[in-house]
């Protein structure tokens, strides 16, 4: 088979953090982990080109992904594979994005990430095989991430025991006991001690690590972001009032205070009563703008990111923030102040 | 760090106009102290200055 492998920019040994902003690209033949990749999947496969593209850039424009694999198809790809991310956020999140929009493409697709990798719930139904915590496990990951990716090649459904992680579809299907037997002897398997057992796998929680604090405010960008459903008078992107899908972004620039009729909250979770006679009780902006003056704050950033944070699923908020800090990162911005509601 | 209501994160609508822009600057005078500041876990800062 034909197979186009995702790394990110550093794998690809473009560099780190400095070139998280590069652009989409596809690569002839196998790079980095690829080659050790290639070299396990045998003669009967071949890795034809790599497709790469930076952390920032691929969490910001999440239509890289369906970009490189429009670009893959061209070049014959009949697979694709991404990772292994390990633990890395913004890598997970591409390789996820990458091996959905494969199979949106009619492309059997694979990714590797770590069970606590944020990017799981983008996988939207593709499968996921687990990968070590860091590049460490490098050589383990290779193997299992290998395993999977020759077994979908043959046409088979990978499980839990080829490590399967991640979402998978519920389909119907006979069981032997009723589900009074099942229950009973669910309860009895707990009091054994397992207490684990179950059914029905509860989605886990991460946790984030808190980002290092300023050094000195007086000389950092600060941007305002909120969660308030606050959008230009009119709501022109039609943002919605609750189960938000999308997040939106507007400029701020020689705005000096976020005034009545500019601005209002579309949030369907309160009264927007107070927020629209005076929307700057969502979004501060008059008095971060007299704090830029006094020197305060070092310089406000041009736009607002703001979404409504309303019964949004968990999947959605999580895909918004690290759209958000990438974006931010990208942008140089060393700090953000969130107005929750 | 938690405000004064839903609402209205960064406002306070019992107060006059210029309360109201007081209190909105000393929460994000407490803003720029909490980023400055490290944590190495959920943390919860208080919007009134210690004193």
């Not at chain 1, 309860?187 to 397992?194: I, S």
């Not at chain 2, 839903?6 to 007081?22: K, M, N, S, T, V």
């Not at chain 2, 102290?33 to 004193?51: G, I």
Request: proline share 6%; with cysteine.
């Amino acid at each position: 088979m034909k197979i186009v492998h995702y790394v990110n920019q550093f794998f690809a040994g473009m560099g780190g953090e400095d070139s998280a902003g590069t652009g989409p690209e596809l690569r002839d033949g196998a790079t980095g982990p690829g080659r050790k990749l290639a070299s396990l999947l045998g003669d009967e496969h071949e890795i034809i080109a790599t497709a790469v593209c930076g952390d920032d850039y691929a969490a910001s424009h999440p239509e890289f992904a369906a970009e490189l694999v429009a670009r893959a198809k061209e070049r014959g790809a009949e697979m694709i594979v991404a990772g292994p991310s390990f633990t890395s956020g913004r890598y997970g999140m591409a390789c996820a994005r990458i091996a959905a929009a494969a199979s949106e493409a009619d492309l059997p697709a694979l990714a590797s990430m770590h069970p606590d990798n944020p990017g799981i719930g983008e996988a939207a139904g593709t499968t996921v095989v687990e990968s070590g915590l860091t590049a460490r496990q490098m050589k383990d990951s290779l193997e299992r991430f290998a395993a999977a990716a020759l077994k979908i090649a043959s046409g088979e459904e990978l499980t839990a025991r080829d490590g399967r992680i991640g979402p998978v579809a519920r389909t119907n299907r006979f069981a032997a006991d009723n589900a009074a037997q099942r229950a009973v002897a669910l309860v009895l398997t707990r009091l054994g001690g397992d207490r684990d057992a179950t059914e029905i796998p509860l989605p886990d929680f991460d946790s984030v690590t808190p980002a290092a604090p300023i050094a000195d405010a007086g000389e950092a960008l600060f941007a305002l972001v909120t969660e308030g459903g606050f959008v230009p008078f009119g709501n022109p992107d039609r943002l919605e009032s609750a189960r938000a899908t999308k997040w939106v972004r507007h400029s701020l620039d020689g705005l000096d205070s976020a005034d009545e009729g500019a601005f209002m909250s579309v949030h369907g979770g309160f009264s927007t009563v107070w927020a629209n006679a005076d929307p700057n009780r969502i979004l501060p902006l008059d008095v971060a703008r007299e704090m830029e003056r006094e020197g305060a704050i070092g310089r406000l950033h041009g736009e607002y990111l703001g979404t409504t944070g309303n019964g949004t699923t968990v999947a959605d908020a999580r895909r918004f923030g690290m759209e958000w800090a990438a974006d931010l990162r990208q942008q140089g911005i060393q700090a953000a102040i969130l107005t929750a509601t | 760090m938690s405000t004064r209501g839903i609402p209205f994160p960064a406002g306070d609508p019992e107060l006059g106009p210029e309360q109201e822009r007081a209190w909105r600057r000393q929460l994000l005078q407490r803003a720029l102290h909490a980023v400055a500041t490290p944590v190495s876990e959920p943390t919860v800062f208080d919007a009134d200055p210690v004193q």
